[in-house]
Structures are given as structure tokens and as C-alpha cells.
């Protein structure tokens, strides 16, 4: 049933040419018209933002604005909203984050060279809503770091909520930090992006259970398997673990976890450790990466990677280590979340004698 001037009709679809024709027409439309409404969003979003933009790059040149206080904001809001009725983004708290917004941008000479021609805004900056912008900028303790969340942002397609996650998890920091040998194994700029996509250490705070052997990890991790996912980052899809990689002379070896990374095109061979980092270990995943290129890599696959998360590396024995190594490694910490010990928790007071307390300061309190 379709609709004609808000009333409703009913279409005979027998009348229209039936089959993959039609189909594909109707599928062809709608994304169009999705793409269109896209594209509309970020036009609205970005005349949006260069017009803040360009509001503080002009006030920052009138020498009277220094004398014109916090009044300021009050009135150029009450002028906006009176000038433009209906139009959102001209409250005082916007405009008092354009402005910390502009000058975080433009702090010095050096960083305007960085990042802006002229104190124009950055075309990219269009791409992303206005709230995510106040998340980075508020968030950041640099413009890099800044930069790096916008570039992030567009490229996975981030929501708010997982934006702040990703800040609050300081991944800036961690991002692209693990040991590897890639510069060496892989070719650019493939050994680029494959060094982006690993982190250390890893956060596996998501995991409630004290862990104490590997067993325990990686049962935890595969129960896990939806926030460990997300963890390790966009375009990591699971495979498997515990997988058989069976020689021909009838041998089988069972690396840990196994996962397809599907920007990189690759095979991610995962080992797990619950103990520092030993050089016994590159071998053995060396041994498991050169096993998944000849048991399971495709033809139009790229080099499978070998990633070792352990409990703590010395970044020189790890660079030693893959010295004769002829596959593509990389050595990453995990962090877990700490657990107080039997014997400290029964020095802390327990729940009742804590309200106890709390109860006896709110009664001194109203005396």
C-alpha cells in the first residue's frame, strides 16, 4: 500500500515489471537518496563550524573585544537567536565552546602551520559533528592528539559515546606503540598500516576474574570475544582459537587465537602469555605465522602477522629477538584490572561500618 497526497492507495505491483530489474533499481534509489541526505548533514555541519570559526578569527582581530567581558556572550547570543529564529548552535554555551574550540587550534605560530592555511578551519573538520569536537578539543592535551581522534572519527565512523571511550582509554598513547619487525617484512605502505592497527598495551579491564594462566586468559578473552573485538579495533573479524594447523607428516600445532583483518587483508595469528616477554616465544610465533601462510593464507591474501600480547616486555629484547626472524611479528603488553588482595580487603572496613561512619558525619553535620 503507497500513499497519494497523504492518503492512503494501494499499488498493484503485478502491473510493474517483476524481477531483478526493479529490484535493483529500488536498491540503486535508496542509496542515492541516503548518499544525498549525507551529504546534506555534512554541508549543514560544516557551514555550521566555519562559521564559528570564522566568528572567532574575526574577533580575535578587534582590539575592543578584550574590553567587552563576559556580557559579551550573553548579548552576541540574545543578537544570533533574534537575527535567525528557529536556527539552533547560537546559545552561550556554544558560543563559549567556538571560542575554546578556535583557540585550541590556533595556540601558536606553529601549530596554526600544522594544522590551518591562514586560519582557514581544516576541510576534515566538516566531516564530523559539532559535539564530537567539543569531545576531542575538551578531551586532548594536544592538537596531534586532536588530529589524530578526527582522523580516527572518519575513518570508523565513530559515535559520540565510543569516541570519548576510545579518548578516556587514552588509545592516542597506545596507538601503533607495539614492538615490530614490520619496516623490515613487510612492504610499504602495508608495514604502515599494519603497525597502526596494533596497540600496547592492550586493556583488557573488561575481564572480572583474576587471571593467572594462559588457559584462564584466553578462556576470558574468547567469552569475551564482543569486547575483546573491540579492543583490538575496527576490521578485525575472529577466526577461532584453539584451531588444529595440521603438517603434512601428520604433526599438528594449536596457536591460540587466530583472526582476519579485512583492511589489511591479512591473517593475525594471536599468542597469549601471562608472563614477560622471553625470546623463546618470537620463535615459536614465527613458527605459527609461516604454518597459516601454507595451511590457510589465500592467493590474493596478504602476509599473515604474527601478534604477541605478554604481561610485560623489554623493548630490546624483543627488537633482539626478531633479529633472524623471517616473518612479519609484533610484541604487545595487557593491562587487566587490579584486584585487591584477601588479606588487604579484610583491613578495609566493610559496607555496614563505612555507612556507619557516613551516618555519624551527617549527624555532626547537622548539629
Given at each position: 500500500?503507497?500513499?497519494?497526497?497523504?492518503?492512503?492507495?494501494?499499488?498493484?505491483?503485478?502491473?510493474?515489471?517483476?524481477?531483478?530489474?526493479?529490484?535493483?533499481?529500488?536498491?540503486?534509489?535508496?542509496?542515492?537518496?541516503?548518499?544525498?541526505?549525507?551529504?546534506?548533514?555534512?554541508?549543514?555541519?560544516?557551514?555550521?563550524?566555519?562559521?564559528?570559526?570564522?566568528?572567532?578569527?574575526?574577533?580575535?582581530?578587534?582590539?575592543?573585544?578584550?574590553?567587552?567581558?563576559?556580557?559579551?556572550?550573553?548579548?552576541?547570543?540574545?543578537?544570533?537567536?533574534?537575527?535567525?529564529?528557529?536556527?539552533?548552535?547560537?546559545?552561550?554555551?556554544?558560543?563559549?565552546?567556538?571560542?575554546?574550540?578556535?583557540?585550541?587550534?590556533?595556540?601558536?605560530?606553529?601549530?596554526?602551520?600544522?594544522?590551518?592555511?591562514?586560519?582557514?578551519?581544516?576541510?576534515?573538520?566538516?566531516?564530523?559533528?559539532?559535539?564530537?569536537?567539543?569531545?576531542?578539543?575538551?578531551?586532548?592535551?594536544?592538537?596531534?592528539?586532536?588530529?589524530?581522534?578526527?582522523?580516527?572519527?572518519i575513518r570508523n565512523s565513530w559515535s559520540r559515546a565510543q569516541l570519548v571511550?576510545?579518548?578516556?582509554?587514552?588509545?592516542?598513547?597506545?596507538?601503533?606503540?607495539?614492538?615490530?619487525?614490520?619496516?623490515?617484512?613487510?612492504?610499504?605502505?602495508?608495514?604502515?598500516?599494519?603497525?597502526?592497527?596494533?596497540?600496547?598495551?592492550?586493556?583488557?579491564?573488561?575481564?572480572?576474574?583474576?587471571?593467572?594462566?594462559?588457559k584462564q586468559l584466553e578462556e576470558e578473552l574468547a567469552t569475551n570475544i564482543t569486547r575483546f573485538l573491540l579492543e583490538l579495533g575496527q576490521g578485525?573479524?575472529?577466526?577461532?582459537?584453539?584451531?588444529?594447523?595440521?603438517?603434512?607428516?601428520?604433526?599438528?600445532?594449536?596457536?591460540?587465537?587466530?583472526?582476519?583483518?579485512?583492511?589489511?587483508?591479512?591473517?593475525?595469528?594471536?599468542?597469549?602469555?601471562?608472563?614477560?616477554?622471553?625470546?623463546?616465544?618470537?620463535?615459536?610465533?614465527?613458527?605459527?605465522?609461516?604454518?597459516?601462510?601454507?595451511?590457510?593464507?589465500?592467493?590474493?591474501?596478504?602476509?599473515?602477522?604474527?601478534?604477541?600480547?605478554?604481561?610485560?616486555?623489554?623493548?630490546?629484547?624483543?627488537?633482539?629477538?626478531?633479529?633472524?626472524?623471517?616473518?612479519?611479528?609484533?610484541?604487545?603488553?595487557?593491562?587487566?584490572?587490579?584486584?585487591?588482595?584477601?588479606?588487604?580487603?579484610?583491613?578495609?572496613?566493610?559496607?555496614?561500618?563505612?555507612?556507619?561512619?557516613?551516618?555519624?558525619?551527617?549527624?555532626?553535620?547537622?548539629?
Amino acid at each position: 500500500m503507497a500513499t497519494t497526497d497523504n492518503k492512503p492507495a494501494f499499488v498493484k505491483r503485478d502491473t510493474i515489471i517483476a524481477g531483478k530489474e526493479y529490484a535493483q533499481l529500488l536498491s540503486s534509489l535508496k542509496e542515492r537518496f541516503r548518499t544525498s541526505q549525507i551529504k546534506a548533514a555534512v554541508k549543514v555541519n560544516t557551514s555550521l563550524l566555519e562559521f564559528y570559526w570564522e566568528m572567532w578569527r574575526d574577533i580575535s582581530k578587534l582590539h575592543e573585544a578584550a574590553k567587552w567581558g563576559s556580557a559579551f556572550f550573553d548579548c552576541l547570543s540574545l543578537d544570533l537567536k533574534t537575527a535567525f529564529p528557529g536556527q539552533s548552535g547560537f546559545s552561550v554555551t556554544n558560543i563559549k565552546y567556538a571560542k575554546r574550540w578556535y583557540e585550541f587550534y590556533n595556540q601558536d605560530d606553529i601549530i596554526r602551520q600544522q594544522v590551518v592555511d591562514e586560519f582557514e578551519m581544516p576541510a576534515d573538520f566538516g566531516i564530523i559533528p559539532w559535539g564530537h569536537h567539543i569531545a576531542i578539543f575538551t578531551r586532548c592535551r594536544s592538537v596531534n592528539e586532536a588530529l589524530f581522534y578526527i582522523e580516527e572519527t572518519i575513518r570508523n565512523s565513530w559515535s559520540r559515546a565510543q569516541l570519548v571511550s576510545e579518548i578516556d582509554n587514552d588509545l592516542y598513547a597506545r596507538c601503533g606503540k607495539a614492538i615490530t619487525n614490520f619496516d623490515e617484512k613487510l612492504p610499504a605502505p602495508y608495514s604502515g598500516l599494519a603497525k597502526a592497527i596494533l596497540k600496547s598495551p592492550y586493556d583488557f579491564g573488561f575481564i572480572d576474574k583474576k587471571v593467572t594462566t594462559e588457559k584462564q586468559l584466553e578462556e576470558e578473552l574468547a567469552t569475551n570475544i564482543t569486547r575483546f573485538l573491540l579492543e583490538l579495533g575496527q576490521g578485525f573479524a575472529y577466526v577461532g582459537r584453539q584451531m588444529e594447523l595440521k603438517m603434512p607428516g601428520g604433526q599438528t600445532f594449536i596457536p591460540d587465537m587466530i583472526f582476519y583483518h579485512t583492511r589489511l587483508k591479512s591473517y593475525i595469528v594471536c599468542e597469549l602469555k601471562v608472563v614477560p616477554f622471553i625470546p623463546d616465544f618470537a620463535g615459536k610465533l614465527n613458527f605459527y605465522v609461516s604454518a597459516v601462510d601454507e595451511l590457510m593464507k589465500q592467493p590474493d591474501d596478504n602476509p599473515t602477522i604474527g601478534l604477541l600480547i605478554c604481561k610485560s616486555k623489554d623493548d630490546t629484547v624483543v627488537e633482539w629477538s626478531f633479529r633472524g626472524m623471517n616473518r612479519p611479528l609484533g610484541v604487545a603488553e595487557y593491562q587487566l584490572k587490579e584486584f585487591i588482595s584477601e588479606k588487604a580487603a579484610k583491613l578495609l572496613p566493610s559496607e555496614s561500618e563505612l555507612q556507619s561512619l557516613i551516618d555519624t558525619y551527617d549527624d555532626v553535620s547537622a548539629d
